[in-house]
């Protein structure tokens, strides 16, 4: 039996043909690209690290799929005009803050948490679900059995609440964070059995 690659195509609502797949060595320049386009209107809302060129160059040259997938969706993969366009993060690693709130509910050993962010000119087309339920598809693969947010979801953030939900995570638990204002975020899981 071969091994998963955890790849597929999906196609975008004008035609054009996505490759999702996990982040290879090779992808600095388009993850580099696709991290400073990134506005400061998404970076409020998403920011599970730096998006600038080391840290694209550091993630390419750690890449460990046994703790870490990073899913990009990639128009005109393998050629020298390609774009990532979607960038997900799949992670066995759970942020202590995640780890306190849930506790005894964490699944451990069988949780994973997941970082989705869309290109500002892809948001909100359709792009997230499908590569979402992909990632979703791969975790369950890989043998996950709840997966929760990273750092969980402001409150004011519904596009992407209502993404989750399509997605099947249902909200359980609220909490505030305190950089520079308060602000409400949500908690949500999704069990995978
Ligand atoms: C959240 C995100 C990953 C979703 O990906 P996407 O490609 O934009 O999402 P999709 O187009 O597949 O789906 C968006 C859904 O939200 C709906 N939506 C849009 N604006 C909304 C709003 N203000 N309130 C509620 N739902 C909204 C859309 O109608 C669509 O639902 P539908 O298919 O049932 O009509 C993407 O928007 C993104 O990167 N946002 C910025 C970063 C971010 O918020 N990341 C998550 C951090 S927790």
Redesign the pocket.
Known sequence: MTAPTYATTITLRDGRQATVRPLEAGDVDPLTAFFVSLSAD?RS??GPHPFDRPTAESLCASIDNSRIVRFVAVLNDGQPEAEIIGYMILSREIWPGDRERYGDRLREGECACL????ADA?????????MGRHVVASAREMGVKQLI?MGG??AF????Q??YE?LGFRRVGEFWTHYGEDKLNYDMVLDLE
Not at 115 to 118: D, E, K, L, R, Y
Not at 122 to 130: A, E, S
Not at 157 to 160: H, L
């Open positions: 998404t809302r998403y970082a989705p962010v869309i892809f948001q909100n087309q359709g792009v997230g679900t499908l947010l979801v402001l953030n519904e596009r992407a209502h993404f399509k």
